[in-house]
């Protein structure tokens, strides 16, 4: 893999795609968003997770053309399901740390919603705590501008990071995304299920609404009912699926 060059020529000839996965409101089981998550079909190697290309592409920068790529391809998607009768639901993208440090982030995710006509409220920006630590001041003054604006900010992998609680007191969020890791021994292991349990409470009490991440059985999607978190995603309701299929799912849910 001459991984650097690869990704100028996938950038170029339109090799990336997005799968999105459903988040659906677990009081009213109605779907509330989606996440749009990337991917790359290699012409040699075939199908590449993203785990796998993005660190060079942070590394090289590449990661913020990468980035705005994903951003108005899933804006435009989001565009073209409301036109076709969907009721207005979120979409979420994942950041990284260059385009967070990056002094164009705002007029780049400005430019996007007006082209595409979308209110800010439905662009969800999914960032990470250890990311947040990187700069914290860059970074908190990017994601404040963004919010004023509108915007959404999820903190993703919730509960793996190792940084104070503190920030969450300072940042614009407005949703934490329990990690999976915390989901999958649910509701058997109590050590996990205080876990969530916690952070659902945290999250209540900074008034933010918690998204649960790996949902694949019913008996975690009833604990966390229990618990009051507000929404899931995972392979319980739906995988990752490229767009007609999403759009198909969106049709058979009326
Ligand atoms: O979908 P999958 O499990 O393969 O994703 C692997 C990792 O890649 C996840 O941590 C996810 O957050 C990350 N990821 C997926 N799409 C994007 C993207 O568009 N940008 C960034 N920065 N990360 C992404
Ligand atoms: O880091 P991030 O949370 O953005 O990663 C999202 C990744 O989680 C996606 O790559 C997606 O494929 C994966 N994922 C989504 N739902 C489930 C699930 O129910 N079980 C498992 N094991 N992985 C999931
Ligand atoms: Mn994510
Ligand atoms: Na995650």
Known sequence: LKLETDIQRALDHDEFLLHYQPQVCIATGRLSGFEALLRWQHPEFGMISPAEFIPIAERSGQIVRIGEWVARTAAIRLRGWLDAGLEPVKMAVNLSVPQLQQARLFETMETILDETGLAPELLELEVTESMLMEDPEKSVAALRRLSQYGVKVAIDDFGTGYSSLAYLKRLPVNYLKIDREFIRDIPADPDDA???????????????????????TQAQLEFLRVEGCDHMQGFLFSRPLPEAEMFDLLVGMG
């Open 194 to 216: 205080t876990i969530a349990r916690s952070i659902i409470s945290l999250g209540h009490s900074l008034g933010l609404q918690i998204i649960a991440e790996g949902v694949e």
